[in-house]
């Protein structure tokens, strides 16, 4: 060990001793150096194959001619010639059928989506903040009910609404669409996990009445969780295929899902004894098209309300 009077002990003694805050920059240094693992690159590409390019050919294929679209190369554009034919094509079709369809899912969708918000979001507000007689079963009955598979209820419903004469009528789709349990237990789980029980106690010592507490404190903070419920409902609503296939007797009245169907039957490739109504495969890829824009338009206006709903009751930070 370097003495006092030894050459190396000045040297020894003015290195100063390393840092935490003096290691991190060899730290950063090394984790640029180190190597980058591929797998989550690999997922990434997986997922992008797997997901859009499906979306790019449907999109593609609007623009083409059905020789195009067998023959070609599946992810170029055909022409705008070709999807204005496939236009024209498509509206004339039974008569504009496509866009009946379509007037017929929005009212069938927004029609039941203000009913489910009407209902679901008071609903779940009293299950998270009152207690009453039969609050646990009404919860545990809300739970089973939301974990049924849709098609298991068409049966019930149809025997429902056939006793009391509805069927045909848009009636029979709205009041079952209406039914919406998953948006009671959202609005349940929102209610119970983010919303201060202190402001709704506030309220009540300022003499509010329970609905006072709701519609004054409770419904301006639930901005987040009713834009979440209405958007799960209204997808729901608007791809729901087998409720309206069974309760609707009449073309004119089937919503868009539906009409899908309808189209599908008359492409000659998939039945062979269509006649003069045939559609050709291009424009039953458009006619998809029209029928995802709306879920789209919805998402995009919906987005930031979307995460904040999705992320309420989360622990912070």
């Given at each position: 060990?370097?003495?006092?009077?030894?050459?190396?002990?000045?040297?020894?003694?003015?290195?100063?001793?390393?840092?935490?805050?003096?290691?991190?920059?060899?730290?950063?240094?090394?984790?640029?150096?180190?190597?980058?693992?591929?797998?989550?690159a690999l997922v990434l590409g997986l997922f992008v194959v797997f997901f859009v390019l499906p979306v790019l050919w449907l999109v593609l294929a609007a623009t083409k001619t059905d020789d195009q679209l067998v023959h070609g190369n599946p992810l170029s554009f055909g022409s705008w010639h070709a999807l204005k034919a496939n236009w024209d094509a498509l509206t004339?079709?039974?008569?504009?059928?496509?866009?009946q369809w379509l007037r017929n899912s929005a009212l069938y969708s927004f029609?039941?989506?203000?009913?489910?918000?009407?209902?679901?979001?008071?609903?779940?507000?009293?299950?998270?903040?009152t207690e009453f007689r039969g609050r646990r079963m009404l919860l545990i009955a809300t739970l089973v009910v939301m974990l049924m598979p849709n098609a298991t209820l068409v049966v019930p419903l149809f025997l429902e609404v056939n006793a009391v004469h509805l069927i045909g009528s848009m009636w029979s789709i709205i009041l079952p669409y209406a039914?919406?349990?998953?948006?009671?237990?959202?609005?349940?789980?929102?209610?119970?996990?983010?919303l201060p029980r202190e402001l709704l106690e506030a309220a009540r010592l300022d003499g509010c009445s329970e609905f006072g507490a709701f519609r004054r404190v409770a419904l301006p903070l639930a901005a987040p969780i009713v834009a979440l419920v209405g958007f799960f409902s209204f997808v729901a609503n608007w791809t729901n295929y087998f409720l309206p296939y069974v309760m609707l007797p009449q073309s004119s009245q089937l919503p868009v899902q539906v009409g899908l169907g309808t189209l599908l039957d008359d492409v000659p490739q998939f039945n062979p004894t269509v006649g003069d109504l045939a559609v050709q495969r291009p424009e039953l890829a458009l006619a998809t098209l029209l029928a995802i824009t709306p879920v789209l338009i919805v998402f995009l206006f919906s987005q930031r309300f979307l995460v904040t709903g999705m992320l309420a009751g989360a622990t912070k930070s």
């Open positions: 060990m370097p003495t006092e009077g030894h050459p190396g002990a000045s040297a020894f003694r003015t290195q100063p001793a390393l840092l935490p805050a003096d290691l991190e920059p060899r730290r950063s240094a090394a984790r640029r150096h180190r190597p980058r693992n591929p797998l989550p004339a079709y039974q008569g504009d059928a496509i866009f029609g039941a989506l203000v009913i489910t918000l009407a209902v679901a979001i008071p609903a779940g507000y009293a299950l998270a903040m039914f919406y349990p998953f948006g009671v237990y959202l609005a349940y789980i929102y209610f119970s996990t983010a």
